[in-house]
């Protein structure tokens, strides 16, 4: 009976020492350092302890993650080696994503032998407005071709302490950028700025202002005209006395002076002051010229094709035409003394078209872009070639029905305007869309030979040199 109780004491006693045991966590899981509150987008470190207090050495594995309504997430996991009795303190790092807001808890979970282990902590995360520019107005001041481009902006932030942002300002045309300048500016709350730019010749431009602070960034932009000053009513008086005394001056050099010399037609030049072969009564004093030569590049044949409504395969033949036939072109502008003290104003644009080839050329088409400050009516163009106005288009095409090999034809209108310097070197060359080829020319080539002596003139020379020979034999005989 004393053994029965023994034993029956012994079992009792292992089974309270292995339930005592059991009670008592044989893995430890810690979060050390986690800083609250959190801003959203931001990084956060944390460190957190793991330890094995009981049973053999564990290839340890930890997740962790957040958890919203039920949903994991940003998870990562990472894993580590644990002797029986080691602690060990590690550090992660997790990303707060952007579109949580509030109280989120965090977990941490590891997994040593069969033990599993379960650690959290509650998060505060807040949300961070970034600092957004925005443009109120952009205003550009009236601007003529002699005078800096003024121009103002105002610009705010959404946050009333002071920002510093990056302002970029730049003058376009035609795509191309002109003129630009970065700065930094401060803003609180709304800020208005004065600029200055460049001294611009004559034509149609786009100001644009871009602000960034960090990744947010807002962008303004106005289209203005930079306009040609007018002669001054003085200057146009003064300009037409000296034209009517030079006048005078012709006509009586051509009555008294020239009419003495054998050559009754004379051409007269003084500076660029030219007689017009219109007539006699017709003198043209050129103020502005300007030359160029060649064909337009692919982003000048793109705007001109676009404004002519050019598209598909048309379109790209038009492109292949154009970019091998090269042309010339001259503007003059030019005052005009009629008879009497009647001026007037006049440019004249001519381009010339070269065939420098051994085939006859039919059918050629040019397309002539006519900017606003030539003619804003393109039906008040005058010409002498074959036109068509292409409806609603700031674009005329002239037809050339034949250029013959090796030789060359010109197109020309003009209007009743005097233009500026500036404005007589912008005015674009045109372009040749259209050109059939013919067949190469062939030369056939003669062959000259020489005429035959006749038998009658062989007969006679031989007499003439019988009768010599027998003179100097008679001479030479005692």
């Known amino acids: 009976m004393s053994r029965f109780v023994l034993l029956a004491g012994l079992v009792l006693f292992l089974l309270f020492f292995v339930g005592a045991f059991g009670a008592e966590n044989v893995t430890e899981l810690r979060v050390e350092t986690l800083t609250s509150p959190i801003r959203a987008g931001e990084r956060v470190d944390f460190t957190f302890s793991a330890g094995n207090m009981v049973g053999p050495p564990c290839s340890a594995f930890i997740s962790y993650w957040l958890e919203e309504d039920g949903e994991k997430l940003q998870q990562g996991s990472d894993n580590f080696y644990l002797e029986s009795g080691e602690e060990v303190t590690e550090k992660i790092s997790l990303v707060i994503p952007t579109h949580l807001e509030g109280a989120k808890p965090f977990y941490l ?5 069969d033990s599993v282990i379960l650690a959290s902590r509650i998060l505060e995360i ?9 443009f109120d107005y952009l205003r550009v001041g009236k601007s003529n071709e002699d005078s800096e481009l003024e121009f103002s902006y105002s610009l705010r932030s959404n946050k009333e302490a002071k920002q510093v942002m990056q302002v970029e300002e730049r003058v376009v045309k035609d795509g191309n950028v002109v003129w630009h300048r970065t ?8 800020a208005s700025f004065n600029g200055f730019g460049p001294v611009l010749p004559p034509g149609s431009y786009q100001l644009v202002v871009n602000a960034v602070h960090g990744s947010e960034s807002a962008e303004i932009s106005r289209q203005f005209t930079v306009k040609a000053i007018p002669f ?6 003064m300009m037409g006395t000296l034209i009517l005394l030079f006048a005078g001056a012709v006509v009586i050099t051509t009555r008294f002076v020239l009419r003495s010399l054998p050559v009754k037609q004379a051409f007269l030049s003084v500076g660029r002051l030219v007689p017009s072969i219109a007539g006699p009564s017709i003198k043209r004093m050129c103020v502005v010229e300007a030359e160029s030569s060649g064909v337009l590049d692919e982003i000048q044949l793109s705007k001109l094709f676009d404004q002519a409504g050019l598209k598909g395969k048309k379109r790209q033949r038009c492109f292949e035409v154009a970019g091998r036939i090269p042309l010339e072109q001259n503007v003059q502008s030019c005052v005009v003394t009629g008879k009497g003290s009647k001026i007037l104003c006049e440019t004249t644009v001519t381009a010339t078209i070269s065939n420098n080839t051994n085939r006859n050329w039919n059918n050629v088409e040019l397309l002539v872009s006519i900017p606003d400050f030539l003619a804003e009516d393109l039906t008040s ?6 036109v068509e106005f292409l409806k609603g288009k700031p674009v005329v095409k002239f037809l050339v029905e034949k250029i013959g090999a090796m030789q ?3 197109i020309s209108y003009s209007v009743d305007r005097l233009i500026a310097q500036a404005e007589a070197n912008s005015i674009q060359l045109p372009a040749v869309i259209n050109c059939k080829e013919g067949e190469p020319l062939v030369i056939t ?3 000259m030979e020489k005429p035959e002596t006749s038998k009658m003139q ?3 020379e031989l007499k003439l040199k019988e009768k010599l020979l027998k003179k100097e034999e008679n001479q030479k005989k005692p």
Do not use: D, Y
């Open 109 to 113: 979970e590891m997994q040593c032998n």
């Open 126 to 134: 807040t949300t961070v407005f970034p600092v957004v520019p925005q």
């Open 183 to 190: 700065q930094k500016v401060t803003v609180a709350g709304t």
């Open 458 to 460: 062989s007969e006679e």
């Open 232 to 237: 001054p009513f003085f200057t146009w008086l």
């Open 408 to 410: 060359s034809a010109k």
């Open 445 to 447: 080539q003669v062959k």
């Open 381 to 386: 163009i005058k010409t002498e070639n074959r």
